[in-house]
C-alpha cells in the first residue's frame, strides 16, 4: 500500500506533514492568503489535508473511474455534502422556524463571503442562483422586455461567441431574438495559438453589430469557453466594448471561480457570473451573479416571481418558493475546506493548471497530436488532440467515442469535434478535454492514455460504433 | 418484494410503471410506532400544525433521496446520459396516473408552484409583448391569491399591459354556492367594458384563508364567459383533495408534491392540457432542451440536484403503506383536521371560517377576538409570540371585518383573526390541546397583540 509520502497524490500536491488533523490556531497565517478571517465564528484553523483526508474526502467518487472531466459537473468532497446533509436537516426538522429565523442571513453570510473573495464592492450586487443558465436567463430576459417596451430597436445586436455553451445560445434565442434583436456571433479559430486571434474576431463582430446605424446592446463573453475550452482574454474584450459603445457586457464564467482568477473590478463587466459547484468544490448547485451596482440593475429580475419582487435581484433571488436552498448556505464551510490546502482557492488553482498542462503535454507526446490552445490559455482543463486514425468525423462521433470510452475503458472524459478547414490536409477533428482537480491521480491520465493506444493499435475507428 | 434494498438508489419494480401499485398482501400496514419513527427528525416539543407551508417528509423517503444524490455525486456523467431523463419519465408517469392525466407529455416537474406560475404567466406576457393580446385584456384572479402570484401577474401580465380582475370572496363563509356567486358577478363585471379575459389563475384549495373552491363550477362558467384559459393553482391539492384533470377540466394545472404529498422539497408537477396553444409554454431557465416540449425543458434546466423529483416511486410506496392510500390519508386528515378544529372553537367561544365540507387538510379557527389582532403584521407577530413561547407552530391570518354585522362574532366583539390549523399522519391530538391550552393562557392573561408591537 502507498504510504503517504510515494502516493501519487504527494506529488501533486505540496501537503503539509501533519498525521492528524488536529486544530492549529489562527497564528499560521503564512498559508492563508485569502482574505477572508471575518466568517462569522471563530474557529481554530484546521491542519491541512494529509494524502489519505483527500482520499477519504472523494472516496465517493466511482473507484473504477478515471474522472478527468471535473469540467462538466464538478466535484464535493464528503465534509461538504455532510455539512450540506445538516443544514438539509435543520430545515426539514422545523421549516417554518428556518425560513423566519435562518434561512435569509445565511444566504447574506454566503453572498457576503463571495463577495470578497470576488473583489465586488457591495454585497447587493451579489445574488446567488442555480447555475449560469439560470443566470443567463436573467440577463436576456432584461433584455427582451427592453425590445418589448421599445428602449432597443429591432435589429439591434447581441454579440456572443460562436463557441457560446449551447443553453446560452438558446437563451439567447429564446428571449433577444424572439423579442427582435439580432445576433451575431463571433467565429474563434481553433486551435487558436494567441489572444490576438481572438480579439481580432471580436472587433469585427462588434463592426457587424454597429453596421446600419444599430446598437450592440449586449455583448455575451465567455471568461472560458466550455468546448472546446479556452481562457478568453476577458479583460481586452470589455475594454474593446467599451471603447465600442456597447451598452452591457455579460461575461458567462460557468467554469472560472477555482478555475481562473476572477476579479470584477479588473475585469470590469456589468454582470459576471460563476458556478460554485465546478471548481469551488460546492454540491450541486450553486451559482453567483454579479451585477455591478447601476440603473440598469435595478431591472434585473428573477424569472421565478415570489413575494420579494421588486426588492432587488438578491433578496429576489433569495427566496423563488419553498425549495432546497442547503447547497447554498455551504459556503463557509468550502472556504474552510479550501483554506486547508496550501495557498488557498489560488493554490489549488495554480497546481490544476500545472498538472493538467503536464498532463495534456504528455498524452499528446504519446500519441502524437497537439495541444488546442497554448499552456497560458488553459485553465484546469487542455484540449488534447485524439489521433486522426480514430476517425472522428461527427459531433455523433465524438459523443459516441465518450460513450465507448466510459464503457468499455472506465473514462470519463468529453470529446470535442472539429470540423475540418478548406485545404486542411489530415487535420486532428477530435480533441478531448481533460481536467485536472484535486482528486485527479497521474494515473487517471495513464489509463488514458493507453485507451487511445490500443484502440488505435486494434485499428479503431468511430465507424465501428452504432448508433 | 418491497423489501429489496435498494442500494443504489433505484426503484425496485417499475417494470410497469403505468400500473397503479395496489397495496401488497405480504406487506403490513405501517403501525403507528412506525410513524413516529418517519417523522422522528420533527423537532421535539413543538406542535406542529402547519404542514400547510413547508410540508413534510419522511425520513424513509429522505434516505431515498440520499441514495438518488450520491449516485449522481458518484458518476454524474453516467448519471446525466443514462438514467435522469428515464427517472425523471417514471415520476412523471405516476403524477399522470394520478391525476388522471391522457398524456406522460402533459406533465411537467417542476420545483414549486410558484415556477409553474411564472412559465404560465411569462407564456401570457408574450402573448400580450408580441400582439396576440391587446393592451387592456384582463387576468383574472381571486383577491386572496398567493402573494407570489399576485406578483407574478405584476411582473409578466400587468407589465406587459394587461389589467387584472379581482375576485373578492366571502370570508367566513357558509356554503360554495357563496363563492360561485360571487366569481360569476366578478366575471362578468370585469368583462362589462368589452375586455376579453386572456386567463383566469383560480385557486384549488386557497392559502389563507384555506378554503377548498369549488373549480369544476368555476371553470365551466369561465368556459361560458368565454375566458380564453384557465390556470388553477391547486398548490395543496394533491394528497389533501381528490385531483382528477379530466373533471377539473382546466388548461393548466399546478399542486406542489412537497406540502401533502410527502415529496422532499421542493417538487411540483404542472400539468398542461395538450392543445395548440400549449405548445407555447416553455421554461424561463432555457437550457439547450429549448423547443423540445414543457416537460422536457423541465426536465433539464443546467446542472442541478434533481433528486427530490426522482423519489416519487418510492412515496408512492411509503403512501400505499397507509389503509386506503393517499385517499384514505387524506380522509382521515380531514376528519381529524376538523374534529380538531370544532374541538378548539369550542374552547374558545369562536368558530370555524368555512363548513366542514370546505375544509381539506386544513381549517381556519377563530381566535379570540379580545387578542385585538387588527392588521397582518399583528398577525405574524402573534405567530412568532406562539412559536417563541409556546412552541407551536401555526400560521395566523387577519381578516378585517367588512362590517361588524357580517363578521363572525366571539362573544360581542368580531373575530379578526383564524388560526389556520393542519393535520397531517405524525400529528397527535396532544398537538391541539397545546395550542388549545396557550390560546386559553393568554386570554386568562388579558393578553392583546399591543403588548407585541412594543416589543
Not at chain 2, 70 to 92: A, E, G, H, M, V
Not at chain 2, 341 to 357: F, N, R, Y
Amino acid at each position: 500500500m502507498d504510504s503517504p509520502q510515494s502516493h501519487p497524490c504527494r506529488q501533486l500536491f505540496e501537503l503539509k506533514d501533519t498525521a492528524t488533523a488536529t486544530a492549529t490556531t489562527d497564528a499560521d497565517t503564512a498559508t492563508n492568503h485569502n482574505h477572508n478571517n471575518h466568517t462569522a465564528p471563530q474557529k481554530p484553523k484546521l491542519s491541512s489535508l494529509s494524502a489519505a483526508d483527500l482520499r477519504s474526502e472523494f472516496a465517493h467518487h466511482d473507484p473504477a473511474v478515471a474522472r478527468i472531466n471535473n469540467g462538466s459537473f464538478g466535484s464535493c468532497p464528503a465534509t461538504i455534502i455532510a455539512a450540506q446533509h445538516r443544514w438539509h436537516l435543520r430545515f426539514i426538522q422545523q421549516p417554518d422556524d428556518f425560513y423566519f429565523n435562518v434561512l435569509q442571513s445565511s444566504i447574506l453570510r454566503s453572498r457576503t463571503l463571495i463577495k470578497d473573495l470576488i473583489n465586488a464592492d457591495h454585497v447587493e450586487e451579489v445574488s446567488i442562483v442555480d447555475n449560469a443558465t439560470t443566470a443567463a436567463a436573467i440577463v436576456f430576459q432584461q433584455t427582451a422586455w427592453a425590445f418589448a417596451e421599445g428602449r432597443f430597436n429591432k435589429g439591434d445586436a447581441t454579440v456572443m461567441l460562436h463557441y457560446a455553451y449551447g443553453a446560452v445560445k438558446k437563451s439567447v434565442q429564446a428571449y433577444i431574438s424572439r423579442a427582435g434583436g439580432r445576433v451575431i456571433e463571433v467565429q474563434l479559430p481553433f486551435p487558436v495559438r494567441s489572444n490576438d486571434e481572438i480579439i481580432c474576431e471580436f472587433r469585427k463582430a462588434l463592426e457587424q453589430g454597429k453596421s446600419d446605424g444599430h446598437k450592440v446592446r449586449l455583448a455575451v463573453i465567455d471568461h472560458i469557453t466550455s468546448m472546446p475550452s479556452v481562457v478568453i482574454p476577458v479583460k481586452e474584450l470589455v475594454k474593446i466594448c467599451r471603447e465600442e459603445g456597447v451598452d452591457r457586457v455579460f461575461v458567462d464564467a460557468a467554469h472560472a471561480i477555482g478555475c481562473t482568477e476572477v476579479d470584477m473590478k479588473e475585469i470590469g463587466a456589468d454582470v459576471y457570473t460563476s458556478n460554485l459547484h465546478k471548481w469551488f468544490f460546492c454540491p450541486p448547485s450553486v451559482a453567483f451573479l454579479y451585477c455591478r451596482k447601476s440603473d440598469e440593475t435595478l431591472d434585473l429580475h428573477h424569472p421565478v416571481v415570489s413575494h420579494e419582487y421588486g426588492n432587488g435581484l438578491a433578496i429576489e433571488s433569495g427566496w423563488i418558493g419553498t425549495r432546497d436552498y442547503s447547497a447554498q448556505l455551504v459556503v463557509p464551510e468550502v472556504l474552510e475546506f479550501v483554506n486547508r490546502f496550501e495557498g488557498g482557492i489560488e493554490g489549488i488553482r495554480k497546481r490544476n493548471h500545472e498538472k493538467v498542462v503536464e498532463m495534456g503535454e504528455m498524452l499528446m507526446k504519446a500519441w502524437g497530436t497537439n495541444l488546442g490552445s497554448p499552456p497560458k490559455m488553459c485553465s484546469s482543463m487542455v484540449m488534447v488532440g485524439l489521433p486522426v486514425c480514430l476517425g472522428i468525423l461527427s459531433d455523433s462521433d465524438a459523443l459516441k467515442l465518450r460513450t465507448h470510452l466510459r464503457d468499455c475503458f472506465g473514462i470519463e472524459v468529453p470529446i470535442y469535434y472539429r470540423a475540418p478547414k478548406d485545404g486542411e490536409i489530415d487535420p486532428i477533428t477530435g480533441y478531448a478535454r481533460i481536467s485536472h482537480q484535486v482528486y485527479n491521480v497521474v494515473d487517471d491520465y495513464y489509463k488514458f492514455r493507453d485507451a487511445v493506444n490500443k484502440l488505435v493499435n486494434d485499428g479503431f475507428t468511430c465507424a465501428f460504433l452504432s448508433d | 418484494m418491497d423489501e429489496v434494498p435498494r442500494a443504489n438508489g433505484e426503484s425496485n419494480d417499475h417494470s410497469n410503471p403505468s400500473k397503479k401499485p395496489k397495496i401488497s398482501s405480504s406487506l403490513s400496514l405501517i403501525t403507528q410506532l412506525q410513524i413516529q419513527q418517519e417523522f422522528a427528525h420533527h423537532q421535539d416539543g413543538v406542535a406542529r400544525i402547519n404542514n400547510g407551508s413547508f410540508g413534510s417528509c419522511p425520513a424513509s423517503i429522505l434516505a431515498a433521496q440520499r441514495r438518488w444524490q450520491l449516485q449522481f455525486l458518484r458518476q454524474p456523467d453516467s448519471f446525466f446520459f443514462n438514467y435522469l431523463q428515464k427517472s425523471i419519465l417514471q415520476s412523471r408517469t405516476i403524477i399522470k396516473n394520478l391525476i388522471n392525466a391522457h398524456h406522460a407529455e402533459e406533465v411537467s416537474l417542476v420545483d414549486n408552484a410558484t415556477t409553474a406560475a411564472a412559465i404560465v404567466l411569462q407564456h401570457i406576457g408574450w402573448g400580450f409583448a408580441e400582439g396576440q393580446f391587446h393592451k387592456g385584456d384582463a387576468v383574472v384572479m381571486l383577491h386572496c391569491a398567493f402573494q407570489a402570484v399576485k406578483k407574478s401577474i405584476q411582473a409578466y401580465v400587468t407589465r406587459a399591459g394587461g389589467s387584472v380582475i379581482q375576485v373578492e370572496l366571502p370570508f367566513p363563509v357558509r356554503s360554495k354556492d357563496q363563492i360561485i356567486a360571487e366569481f360569476q358577478r366578478a366575471l362578468v363585471i370585469g368583462k362589462a367594458n368589452g375586455r376579453k379575459v386572456r386567463l383566469a389563475i383560480i385557486d384549488h384549495i386557497t392559502s389563507m384563508p384555506s378554503l377548498i373552491i369549488p373549480v369544476r363550477e368555476l371553470v365551466c362558467i369561465c368556459r361560458e364567459e368565454g375566458v380564453d384559459q384557465v390556470f388553477v393553482d391547486a398548490a395543496h391539492a394533491v394528497g389533501s383533495v381528490h385531483v382528477d384533470v379530466q373533471e377539473i377540466g382546466a388548461d393548466f394545472y399546478v399542486s406542489n408534491l412537497h406540502k401533502w404529498f410527502f415529496c422532499p422539497p421542493s417538487v411540483a408537477f404542472l400539468y398542461c392540457r395538450k392543445s395548440p396553444l400549449s405548445l407555447n409554454l416553455h421554461h424561463p431557465v432555457v437550457s439547450h432542451e429549448y423547443g423540445n416540449g414543457l416537460a422536457v425543458e423541465s426536465s433539464w434546466i443546467g446542472t442541478r440536484d434533481y433528486s427530490s423529483q426522482l423519489v416519487v416511486p418510492e412515496v408512492l410506496d411509503f403512501i400505499n403503506r397507509f389503509e386506503g392510500g393517499i385517499d384514505g390519508i387524506s380522509k382521515r386528515n380531514h376528519d381529524a383536521v376538523v374534529d380538531m378544529g370544532e374541538m378548539l372553537a369550542k374552547a374558545w367561544g369562536t368558530v370555524l371560517g368555512s363548513p366542514p365540507d370546505m375544509c381539506p387538510s386544513m381549517a381556519m379557527v377563530g381566535l379570540p377576538a379580545s387578542f385585538g389582532i387588527s392588521s397582518d403584521d399583528d398577525a405574524l407577530k402573534f405567530r412568532t409570540h406562539l412559536r417563541d413561547h409556546f412552541q407551536v407552530e401555526v400560521p395566523i391570518h387577519h381578516q378585517a371585518p367588512k362590517d361588524s354585522k357580517v363578521g363572525s362574532r366571539n362573544g360581542n366583539n368580531c373575530i379578526t383573526a383564524y388560526a389556520r390549523i393542519s393535520h397531517q399522519v405524525y400529528n397527535k391530538v396532544d398537538d391541539y390541546i397545546k395550542f388549545r391550552e396557550a390560546i386559553n393562557q393568554l386570554v386568562h392573561d388579558g393578553f392583546t397583540c399591543k403588548v407585541l408591537s412594543q416589543k
